[in-house]
């Protein structure tokens, strides 16, 4: 190639193309399959600060109605929603009944976000009589109210210390049953997939979390809901990974299934700010102490690093 000569930019092939070096997709893009489907939206970029009473907050409600959150106040929204099954803080919905209270909730959380802001939902497929795939209903819902999908993590929980052993019929092909060692996180944003950066926030995550949580394929073990108190906690790693990677320090997250407060305790130890809602009183307090016997954890940590500092700096 001569001197002068530039490269020219690979264009996608009828099958696609693995590249991403100087890839011009702007004609896949612009193709019959992507009819239909939300696109981005030009918008001007507005923050609403949340009240400082309604800050780093917990609420006992149903999170179907946030009047306490403003328009275009939260940043993050990460939460695990209740699965229907019968446990304990569940309702015995239909499968309607039940995507139609989750939609209730959704379109509380597309008010609340900032343009660009971002949507993770760690879900579980169920049952096997048959199998009810509700990562799928929930992304068809979440279009339907506009917003854009990001793409999906699977959450690989083989190194728990327990993994499922129903395997239906045992070495016969009469029925033999899938055992699901996996987790979805499905990522979507509001209006448009870039954020602003404000000039007065900077990033935390580290080169080395940012080429790890950007993989598709996430492994680390499940919590055990013995260790917690509660009967579905997700691993506090799970927020803090999406945290880390979706928003600047000082933001909001906002858990609307809050639970035992793992979110809120990835979002302290991150230093952003949080709030959460549950409808159960006995979860509510439940979180509300293992965030004050964390956050007075974090600060004898910070006053002991202090110390050493101090004396490394005398010495």
């Known amino acids: 190639m001569g001197f002068n000569q530039r490269k020219r930019g690979t264009k996608t092939s009828a099958f696609g193309s693995p590249g991403r070096i100087n890839h011009d997709a ?15 939206i030009r918008v001007k970029y507005e923050e609403t600060p949340l009240p400082d009473e309604f800050t780093d907050k917990i609420f006992c409600k149903s999170s179907e109605s946030m009047q306490e959150l403003p328009e275009n106040s939260v940043h993050l929204m990460v939460t695990s929603p209740p699965y229907n099954v019968g446990k304990e803080y569940d309702e015995d919905l239909t499968l309607e009944g039940y995507r139609q209270f989750l939609k209730r909730v959704w379109q509380e959380v597309y008010r609340v976000l900032v343009p660009g802001g971002r949507v993770c939902i760690n879900i579980a497929n169920l049952g096997r009589k048959p199998y009810i795939p509700l990562h799928s209903f929930i992304i068809e819902d979440m279009l339907e109210l506009g917003l854009l999908m990001r793409g999906e993590i699977i959450w690989n929980k083989a190194s728990s210390s327990s993994p499922s052993t129903a395997w239906g019929s045992w070495l016969s092909a009469a029925n033999p049953t899938l055992r699901d060692i996996h987790e979805y996180i499905l990522v979507f944003s509001k209006g448009t997939f870039t954020r602003r950066k404000p000039s007065n926030r900077r990033s935390t995550i580290s080169k080395e979390e940012f080429l790890e949580f950007t993989k598709s394929v996430w492994t680390f073990p499940a919590e055990q809901a013995s260790n917690i108190g509660h009967p579905a906690p997700f691993p506090v790693e799970l927020p803090y990974r999406l945290i880390q990677l979706y928003t ?11 639970g035992s407060g793992q979110t809120a305790l990835a979002a302290i130890k991150t230093k952003r ?6 409808v159960s009183q006995e979860y509510v307090k439940l979180a509300e102490r293992r965030i004050r016997l964390f956050t007075y954890t974090q600060n004898i940590l910070s006053l002991f690093d202090l110390t050493v500092n101090e004396d490394k700096t005398h010495s």
């Open 26 to 40: 702007a004609s896949f893009y612009a193709s019959k399959l992507y009819e239909g489907l939300p696109q981005e």
């Open 248 to 258: 600047y320090e000082g933001e909001v997250v906002l858990d609307p299934f809050i």
């Open 273 to 278: 700010h949080y709030v959460g809602y549950d």
